[in-house]
């Protein structure tokens, strides 16, 4: 089988536990306001790749990160899930930790074979009402719970990550909602508050997209940390 991948991060450490190989796949039915890889979107943007070619790049990598492992992500990697799940297989075999970074927004027959393999789920939680989610990304908040209700099932180990953005969701009550939506899984390990960021912009720029937020100030650290402590409470 061949799918298509935009990049490989060789050394990541911020994807996961331990040093890791990051997959960058493409296509993404998502467009979120904040997204840094807006070159992702479409599937076929991808160099293409057959499962065991990727495998093969990545297993290069294996002094470096076997004990750490490797992250799909993207783009939305459950949109090529079928691909992403036999590169998956060929890694676990050779005993790396296999994680999914996911928005949630694709679930399927297909995903759910994915999820069944992997060890770890980064589930982004991005807004807190249906209201918010539908108009700043275009999916829908009660899918992505339902994803979470599976990962509850399965056992599984999730990391949700949530992206705080100046004057869209960077209030206390924000949070607070953010918590009482999470708090009855306790497949939960982690809540990683992620600081709004524009890096991204000299891609939409080179693409001729207009960023959503170009005017938006980046997030500070200091208003992270101070949500930060309001989560642990």
Known sequence: MTGYVHSIQSLGTLDGPGVRA?????????????????DTWKKEAGEVFSSSELA??????????????????GGEP???????????????????HIALDTSGAVDNEDTDKLLELVDLVLLDVKFTSS???????????AGVLRF???????GKDVWIRHVVVPGINDTEEDIRALSKI??????IKKTELLPFRKLCLEKYEKLGIPFPLRDTPEAEQKRISELEELLKR
Do not use: M
């Open 182 to 187: 999470l708090e009855p899984y306790k497949c």
């Open 78 to 96: 459950c949109v090529q899930a079928k691909f992403v799940t036999e590169v998956a297989k060929i890694l676990k075999a050779r005993g790396l």
């Open 22 to 38: 990051v997959i960058f796949t493409t296509g993404c039915p998502l467009r979120c306001i904040y997204c840094h890889n807006p």
């Open 148 to 154: 979470l209700e599976k990962l509850e099932a399965l």
């Open 131 to 141: 209201e918010a989610y539908k108009l700043n990304t275009g999916a829908d908040l």
């Open 56 to 73: 093969e790049k990545v297993l290069k990598l294996y002094p470096y990160i076997k004990n750490g492992g490797v992250t799909f992500s």
